[in-house]
């Protein structure tokens, strides 16, 4: 009777259909997200880029790529690379997910090979559902295909942090204790984030993962701009004149000129030789002063900016900008991210940076109120497991 157990699993195995999380919301705000993407197959930067119909400086800035170093668009990236995809996540029907991913068929696809392409980000079967296509339409050369992907919002906060949130494909071997080493969360909260009844997760699994952000909200950026940076990652505004860098020690946005800025006018504070980014510490009687050249902002080409004071008792005399470790392109399953991140500090209090002058001189979108999905799993959001009844190895325990 064993060997007929053991042998109706081998034909008959259990079916387990992952589960997505799915954040419900009520108006038009859109925010920033992040989806991880576990390349399937080599790719160019440039073929990745338009894979998700986002810029290649998008792309580099979110996984920390040297900003130093011209791209071309053609360096290749080897399979089973882990990359940061960002996106905006707008409110579509009432959830939260992203629409503005599309699909040009060609001669030999299918929708199982183009949901493939995408990283078990997307199954076949959302694919058809979202164009309308049944299992028995076939599929046209140069037919266009809206590609449906997972985002969340969650008001950009856990536990009180900034955070942006990230869709995670679970893969095989893993578990939510590992992703969460992986990204410097804990099991707990991530069981809360995503609603889980219990702390389990299968491969392909789509998770949503809170990543500490800087924000710049301190900086008062004018002409409403806004910044959510990822930490360990950078973002360019302003044209590409100016690099804002979060972390990775700590969870304050500082802006600089862009290393490869073209055509971008004085990044200088007014009456000083401080550049955007600089610092200058001068020495008190009870310490030191420290004066830095803040960005706050752009018109087109203009850079505006301003000079801040702050008093402080341990000085490290005049610096200038604090580097971000950047990435080289990773090697086959390696990702381009450390496993264990540093824990990074609150971000700063907009009433820490007094301003003594102001000089003539991607944003992202205010998150909305949205709430989660009502249900029994969590206030936060609902998983959606469908679980298929062994009935055929029921029914032949029972003959047995």
């Not at 880029?49 to 080897?78: C, M, W, Y």
């Amino acid at each position: 009777m064993r060997n007929t157990v053991l042998l109706l699993l081998i034909f008959f195995p259990p079916l387990i259909f992952s589960k997505s999380y799915i954040e419900s919301c009520h108006s038009s705000a859109v925010c920033n997200s992040l989806l991880s993407y576990l390349l399937p197959y080599d790719s160019k930067l440039s073929e990745i880029a338009s894979r998700f119909q986002i810029n290649v400086t998008d792309l580099l800035g979110a996984n920390a790529f040297n900003a130093a170093k011209p791209f071309s668009g053609n360096e290749i990236l080897p399979q089973k690379t882990l990359l940061r995809i960002p996106i905006q996540c707008p409110c579509v029907d009432g959830i939260r997910r992203s629409l503005s991913t599309s699909y040009i068929v060609r001669a030999i696809d299918t929708v199982s090979s183009i949901a493939a392409g995408f990283g078990g980000l997307v199954s076949a079967e959302q694919i058809q559902t979202t164009n309308g296509i049944s299992e028995t339409d076939g599929l046209e050369i140069g037919q266009s295909l809206v590609i449906p992907l997972p985002c969340t919002c969650l008001h950009n906060r856990d536990n009180g942090v900034t955070v942006i949130y990230m869709s995670y494909v679970v893969r095989e071997r893993e578990s939510l204790r590992s992703i969460g080493e992986m990204y410097g969360t804990t099991v707990t909260d991530l069981v809360t984030v995503n609603g889980l009844g219990t702390p389990f997760v299968y491969p392909g699994d789509i998770l949503t993962v809170p990543l500490p952000a800087c924000s710049s909200a301190y900086l008062k950026l004018r002409h409403s701009e806004k910044l959510l940076v990822p930490n360990g990652s950078y973002a360019l505004t302003a044209l590409g004149c100016v690099e804002c860098t979060c972390g990775p020690k700590d969870l304050i946005l500082r802006c600089f000129p862009a290393p490869l800025a073209v055509s971008c006018s004085n990044f200088m504070c007014e009456q000083t030789n401080l550049s955007i980014g600089d610092i200058f510490v001068q020495p008190t009687s009870t310490g030191c002063n420290v004066i830095t050249c803040l960005y706050r902002g752009h018109k087109g080409h203009k850079i505006l900016s301003s000079l801040s004071n702050t008093s402080q008792v341990l000085c490290s005399g005049t610096t200038r900008r604090s580097a971000l470790p950047t990435s080289s392109f990773p090697t086959v399953n390696q990702s381009i991210f450390p496993s264990e991140p540093s824990s990074p500090t609150p971000n700063p209090n907009p009433d820490d940076v007094p301003l003594l002058a102001t000089v003539a001189y991607g944003p992202t979108s205010r998150p909305d109120s949205s709430t989660s999905v009502a249900g029994d799993a969590s206030k936060h959001g609902l998983f959606f497991r469908l679980l298929q009844v062994e009935l055929i190895l029921l029914a032949c325990l029972e003959l047995i």
